[in-house]
């Protein structure tokens, strides 16, 4: 068990293998704020040595983590949790430098939901299922294979199933929440008895380091959690392909996910993929529409778009289309862009000015393809910082790429229907199948057409998340599910222990 330290020695200028904060064989790169465009602070650069050494001091970790009670891991990640919640201010603060959150997001849905994540999964579960016996009956082809191998005569066979840790993971994390989204990896993969290999985002890693710092100091063993960071691929792809690693937890891109996914494959390696979404918003005809520009308003404007749940490609009933496209664009102009620090601020920057060109490219391509810009489609006024404004297309058809292709950034599309049929048609004809999204005043309509969406999540009337509900992508969205104890299954391996009754 590492001794603990002051807070904040090693951590981020450093890389955390084996236990042992390692400076980087490839010095360091700078972090950027995105709202004002100034140093954060600098993060190292690993080699892929590194990275291969911090996969070998997992596998080494594996055996003794593995064996270890499970309500001592538990004890664990509930320090870890009460470290992390006693800091939440300081290391907000610092998400907020790195990413760009406003305040209330980097507080609530990035360190806060770090420490929900954490003490949920310091809850033990069983591991261990009893499977219903079953009757061999003499004659059978049971029963004489049992006898083949001197099992007895005809009798009972007794069955447990029990869930074992899939080994090594390698968790690769998205730049759009550096807390939440390697806490909602880390925290069940250590639960089941797994250790870790954090690659961070390289435009935020520098949370992810406090998160391992902490962890550290809850009493984590050597080797368990490893963090290597770095610009460079050669760092994920050395950590993605190791022989030493079991399983591959990857947030991002459906592109990088297809890589990931095409290396797992030669080795039958485990996969967890939360990938790119263009969430379907179905606005039928009797919907509420203030009910459904204040979901669709609040998800698609948060963390400036950046999240891939956002409802982005909103499908609207004729009945109710003009009036909902005038009540979104009203909503985004009343957006307020800006310092993401200032309490008023809604729409922060994007991640960086590539990112930022990147989705107003994508607002150009809307007009080119025939979209109106009713609301947005300018760059808001401002020296610094990578400032998109939240922007409406309008008059979109399903086959535009501003509707098909994510864009990730605060602009959302419109598309009329005319009946339920097409509308279910519409949704469902994307590559993406994330989460899609039903607003009715008739529930059993909407639920009726919530079953008819190829997605992995729907949301009816509502665009909140419950936190013990499976979550994950059809299609291109991605492959296994996590939240609750779904993630406790994605991070184990299934094992039937049999013996004659």
């Not at 004002?36 to 596998?59: F, H, K, L, M, N």
């Not at 957006?335 to 994508?362: C, K, M, Q």
């Not at 864009?407 to 004809?429: M, Q, R, S, W």
Request: aromatic share 6%; proline share 6%.
């Amino acid at each position: 068990m590492s001794a603990a330290r002051e807070p904040g020695v090693g951590a981020g200028q450093r890389l955390f293998v084996g236990g042992d904060w390692v400076e980087p064989d490839g010095g360091h790169y700078e972090v950027v704020d995105p709202a004002t465009e100034r140093t954060v602070g600098r993060a190292p650069e690993a080699s892929p040595d590194q990275a291969r050494a911090a996969c070998a001091a997992a596998r080494e970790a594996l055996g003794p983590w593995s064996r270890t009670p499970p309500e001592e891991r538990a004890a664990v990640l509930a320090r870890a949790a009460g470290l992390i919640r006693d800091r939440l201010l300081p290391y907000a603060e610092l998400a907020q430098a790195e990413t760009g959150a406003t305040t209330g997001t980097a507080r609530a849905m990035q360190v806060g939901v770090a420490v929900a994540r954490f003490r949920r999964y310091a809850r033990v579960e069983p591991a261990e299922w009893p499977i219903a016996p079953q009757i061999n009956e003499a004659g059978g082809g049971t029963s004489h294979a049992l006898q083949a191998v001197g099992a007895g005569k005809a009798g009972v066979t007794g069955a447990l199933a029990v869930r074992q840790p899939v080994g090594v993971v390698a968790c690769v994390t998205s730049y759009n929440n550096p807390w939440a989204n390697p806490a909602g990896k880390v925290a069940p993969a250590l639960a089941m008895g797994n250790t870790v290999v954090v690659k961070p985002a390289p435009q935020d890693p520098l949370s992810v380091y406090r998160m391992a710092e902490a962890l550290e100091e809850a009493g984590v063993p050597r080797g368990v959690v490893n963090v290597v960071s770095g610009r460079a691929v050669a760092v994920g792809e050395t950590a993605v392909s190791s022989p030493d690693v079991d399983m591959v937890s990857f947030t991002g891109s459906t592109a990088v996910g297809q890589r990931i996914a095409e290396a797992c494959g030669r080795d039958m390696r485990r996969q967890l993929m939360e990938l790119g979404g263009k969430g379907a918003a179905v606005v039928l005809d009797d919907a509420d529409l203030a009910s459904a520009v204040a979901g669709i308003g609040t998800t698609f404007s948060f963390y400036s778009g950046q999240i891939c749940t956002a409802p982005t490609r909103v499908l609207a009933q004729r009945g109710v289309y003009d009036r909902l496209v005038e009540q979104l664009a009203l909503y985004a102009r009343r957006l307020r862009v800006g310092d993401p620090r200032e309490a008023d601020t809604v729409v922060g920057p994007v991640i960086s000015a590539a990112h930022r060109d990147r989705v107003e490219s994508y607002v150009e391509l809307g007009r080119k393809e025939g979209a109106v810009v009713v609301a947005g489609g300018e760059r808001p006024p401002s020296e610094r910082g990578f400032y998109v404004a939240p922007t409406v297309l309008a008059d979109c058809t399903n086959d535009m790429r501003t509707v098909r292709e994510e864009i990730f950034g605060p602009v959302v599309t419109v598309v009329p229907f005319d009946d339920e049929e097409e509308g279910v048609a519409l949704a469902n004809d994307s590559d993406y199948g994330l989460i899609d999204y039903v607003w009715s005043a008739d529930v059993a309509r909407a639920f009726r057409v919530a079953r008819r969406l190829r997605a992995g999540g729907v949301g009816v009337n509502t665009v909140g998340r419950n936190m013990e509900a499976p979550f994950g992508g059809f299609k291109k969205s991605g492959v296994g599910r996590d939240v609750g104890s779904y993630a406790l299954h994605a991070y184990s391996e299934v094992q039937s222990i049999v013996w004659p009754g």
